[in-house]
């Protein structure tokens, strides 16, 4: 009886390990290196829980961009100086100096250069 039961629980303990290692085998590859984001650098726009990274420009380059619609902070770790914003989505009208950190309310502004 006690060989029976030894038997049963290094077969339970096999099959796990093998569904453990098949899910291994399937997950996620790492993202390679050349595509993942460094938040910390350029522009990032952030959620306004203040903590969600949501976009990042890492060399602003004095374009006209969208604005991350549910923005509510951005911060300019490097390559540039200034944000701009507006209301409209091409640039136009009434400009907002932002500087490099500087919190709004979510949907604020249209657009935006940085420079």
Known sequence: MRRNALRAVLAVATVAGIAISSTAAFAEPAEPAEFAIDWESGLTFYSSDY?????????PDGECHAF???????VGWSHFEHVVAY????????????????????GEFASFTAY
């Not at 091409?90 to 979510?106: E, I, K, M, V």
């Open 68 to 74: 991350p619609a549910t923005a509510g902070l951005l």
């Open 51 to 59: 903590v969600t990274p949501l976009a990042n420009f890492p060399a």
């Open 87 to 106: 209301r409209t989505a091409d640039c136009s009208g009434y400009a907002f100096g932002l500087g490099t950190l500087r919190s709004f309310q979510p």
